[in-house]
């Protein structure tokens, strides 16, 4: 159980880049990573407006000298102070991701970036190899895969209790969407534009987190085909979509469905994930994170809670808050940031024995994100042909 005690020799000096007063994901970000006394904000550059960024900054108790206008001002001065950032997230539109984390780490900087991470497979294999070259980590916000819940189902599929995995069911839908788009804010409009968000709207904006916990339950099931058929129901939003439904064909002959949508009228925003083997099934929602239900064939089901000691360690060594008390979003961020701290302190402090076993969101995550988007675009512009997973 996680309980606040320091796990890294000494707090990283943290800065970011956007997360300003008017973004959507800013304060994620904080929520995360202050929790735990493993980051300490230092500096920014939140806001395309400097003056609003340095009243933004200074409100959260950052010097006003280190709030800085651009991410270049920002990578300048600190390169110049002794005790200059050690990590920057970048809470930036998609089309910035690639240029500002490709900046940070020539300049010898950590990074965690939203996702997704780059437009292309090939952006993200190129930081990548820089990201080596240099000895750095490059983080990735999935930011519900810190759910005690999550790592409980990966330790069911590991230990075999759900038999052969035959069935994968996602869903991430919400309906703050379905309207058009005039008088949209910022965020939506650059979500919805090809040149800002890259080449898919709900596919990378949530399909690509159902992507990846599915990756973190399911590590040793692969993509062989897949089918997606995407559409925009505002025709504003075209060529991107506002909803796709994805077909998948795994290694072991397993059958997968996704589907996400921004367009589901009413629906206040949810995931669904059912994991189906040949001998039981897992279900679990964030919207009853708490819980996992658990259905062996022919027997009674169970609804399993967090926190309990009939748990696997996995996901007790997740948990924070103890069976009694409800965890969150925000618990799950926090845990996200916790290993991701941990894993720059150990590149920095030549750990490499521990990196090889740690579990964080990192640039592999990142990259297979992407690349799963390539392939479905690929699909969905070929008529929602099935196409060989590359």
């Given at each position: 159980?996680?309980?606040?005690?320091?796990t890294?020799?000494?707090?990283?000096?943290w800065?970011?880049?956007?997360?300003?007063?008017?973004?959507?994901v800013?304060?994620k970000?904080?929520?995360?990573?202050?929790?735990?006394?493993?980051?300490q904000?230092?500096a920014?550059?939140?806001?395309?407006?400097?003056?609003?960024?340095?009243?933004f900054?200074?409100?959260?108790?950052?010097?006003?000298d280190?709030?800085?206008a651009?991410?270049?001002?920002?990578?300048?001065g600190?390169?110049?102070?002794?005790?200059?950032?050690?990590?920057?997230?970048?809470?930036?539109?998609?089309?910035?991701?690639y240029?500002?984390?490709?900046?940070?780490?020539?300049?010898?900087?950590?990074?965690?970036?939203?996702?997704?991470?780059?437009?292309?497979?090939?952006?993200?294999?190129?930081i990548a190899?820089?990201?080596?070259?240099?000895?750095l980590?490059?983080?990735?916000?999935?930011?519900?895969t810190?759910?005690?819940?999550?790592?409980?189902?990966?330790?069911?599929?590991?230990?075999?209790?759900?038999g052969?995995?035959?069935i994968?069911d996602?869903?991430?839908?919400?309906?703050?969407?379905?309207?058009?788009?005039?008088?949209?804010?910022?965020?939506v409009?650059?979500?919805?534009?090809?040149?800002?968000?890259?080449?898919?709207?709900?596919?990378?904006?949530?399909?690509?987190?159902?992507?990846?916990?599915?990756?973190?339950?399911?590590?040793?099931?692969?993509i062989?085909?897949l089918l997606?058929?995407?559409k925009?129901?505002?025709?504003?939003?075209?060529?991107l979509?506002?909803h796709?439904?994805?077909?998948?064909?795994?290694?072991?002959?397993?059958?997968?469905?996704?589907?996400?949508?921004?367009?589901?009228a009413?629906?206040?925003?949810?995931?669904r994930?059912?994991f189906?083997?040949?001998?039981?099934?897992?279900?679990?929602?964030?919207?009853?994170?708490?819980?996992?239900?658990y259905?062996?064939q022919?027997?009674?089901?169970?609804?399993?809670?967090?926190?309990?000691p009939?748990?696997?360690?996995?996901?007790?060594?997740?948990?924070?808050?103890?069976?009694?008390?409800?965890?969150?979003?925000?618990?799950?961020?926090?845990?996200?940031?916790?290993?991701i701290?941990?894993?720059?302190?150990?590149?920095?402090?030549?750990?490499?024995?521990?990196?090889?076993?740690?579990?964080?969101?990192?640039?592999?995550?990142?990259?297979?994100?992407?690349r799963?988007?390539?392939?479905?675009?690929?699909?969905?512009?070929?008529?929602?042909?099935?196409?060989?997973?590359?």
């Amino acid at each position: 159980m996680i309980n606040g005690e320091r796990t890294i020799q000494r707090p990283l000096r943290w800065g970011m880049v956007g997360g300003g007063r008017t973004g959507q994901v800013g304060y994620k970000h904080r929520t995360g990573a202050l929790r735990d006394g493993t980051y300490q904000l230092v500096a920014g550059a939140f806001d395309l407006k400097a003056g609003r960024g340095r009243d933004f900054g200074t409100s959260l108790g950052v010097a006003g000298d280190r709030c800085y206008a651009t991410y270049q001002e920002l990578i300048a001065g600190e390169a110049a102070r002794e005790d200059g950032v050690d990590v920057v997230s970048v809470a930036t539109p998609n089309f910035t991701h690639y240029e500002i984390t490709k900046a940070l780490l020539e300049a010898g900087i950590h990074v965690i970036c939203e996702k997704p991470l780059f437009f292309t497979v090939k952006e993200c294999e190129e930081i990548a190899a820089l990201a080596e070259e240099k000895g750095l980590i490059v983080g990735v916000t999935y930011g519900f895969t810190g759910h005690p819940m999550v790592h409980q189902m990966a330790a069911m599929v590991a230990k075999g209790m759900l038999g052969e995995i035959r069935i994968v069911d996602m869903q991430y839908t919400h309906g703050f969407n379905a309207g058009d788009d005039e008088g949209a804010g910022e965020a939506v409009k650059w979500r919805t534009n090809p040149e800002t968000a890259g080449p898919t709207f709900v596919l990378g904006d949530i399909g690509t987190h159902l992507y990846y916990l599915s990756e973190v339950v399911l590590p040793e099931l692969k993509i062989e085909k897949l089918l997606c058929d995407r559409k925009a129901f505002i025709p504003t939003r075209a060529p991107l979509e506002d909803h796709a439904t994805v077909l998948m064909h795994y290694n072991n002959g397993a059958r997968g469905r996704l589907w996400v949508s921004s367009v589901n009228a009413g629906n206040m925003g949810s995931q669904r994930y059912r994991f189906v083997g040949a001998k039981a099934s897992v279900e679990w929602s964030d919207s009853r994170p708490d819980q996992l239900i658990y259905e062996v064939q022919g027997e009674p089901g169970q609804v399993l809670h967090h926190g309990m000691p009939y748990l696997e360690g996995e996901s007790l060594a997740a948990d924070r808050m103890g069976a009694l008390h409800t965890e969150g979003l925000g618990d799950s961020w926090s845990n996200i940031y916790l290993w991701i701290a941990q894993a720059i302190d150990a590149r920095m402090h030549g750990n490499a024995a521990f990196l090889k076993t740690h579990h964080y969101p990192g640039i592999k995550a990142g990259t297979e994100g992407v690349r799963w988007l390539e392939n479905c675009v690929r699909s969905a512009d070929a008529g929602a042909a099935w196409v060989e997973f590359e």
